[in-house]
């Protein structure tokens, strides 16, 4: 799963159906430099990593790197809007990684209109769905 998601990543600006036909066709890492072996991702392997339907982004912790599954149900920033939206495994990841995201966190919060403090955390509102 980590090496269909270092790849998601670095097709950032492409869909994931395109990123699926790049893996068909041997094109996927054209123009990346990488050492990373991508031989064995499949496009399944794209199709079975959690997807944020919403965004088309991966649900991974900002802080352990750890992905949604189901029995490890992400939660989200609630400030972040649109596109690369911060998720936890819990509080405690939230905490640690604060530092790091409250600048682009607080960007997201004038944007949408949310009052400064209000930050939290909530349970994943849009269900889990593997396999779309």
Request: glycine fraction near 6%; hydrophobic fraction near 30%; aromatic fraction near 8%.
């Amino acid at each position: 799963m980590e090496t269909a998601a270092s790849l998601v990543r670095m097709n950032s600006n492409r869909t994931r159906e395109e990123i699926k036909d790049m893996i068909r066709d041997g094109s996927a890492t054209d123009g990346i430099n990488t050492n990373m072996d991508i031989g064995s991702v499949t496009p399944q392997d794209i199709d079975d990593l959690p997807w944020d339907d919403e965004d088309m982004t991966i649900k991974r912790c900002k802080w352990c790197h750890e992905f949604e599954t189901e029995s490890r149900i992400l939660m989200k920033c609630v400030a972040c809007k649109g596109f690369n939206k911060a998720w936890y495994c819990n509080r405690d990841c939230q905490k640690k990684q604060w530092k790091y995201h409250k600048t682009w966190c607080a960007s997201q919060q004038t944007a949408s209109g949310i009052p400064k403090g209000a930050i939290r955390i909530t349970p994943n509102m849009f269900g889990t769905s593997f396999g779309k």
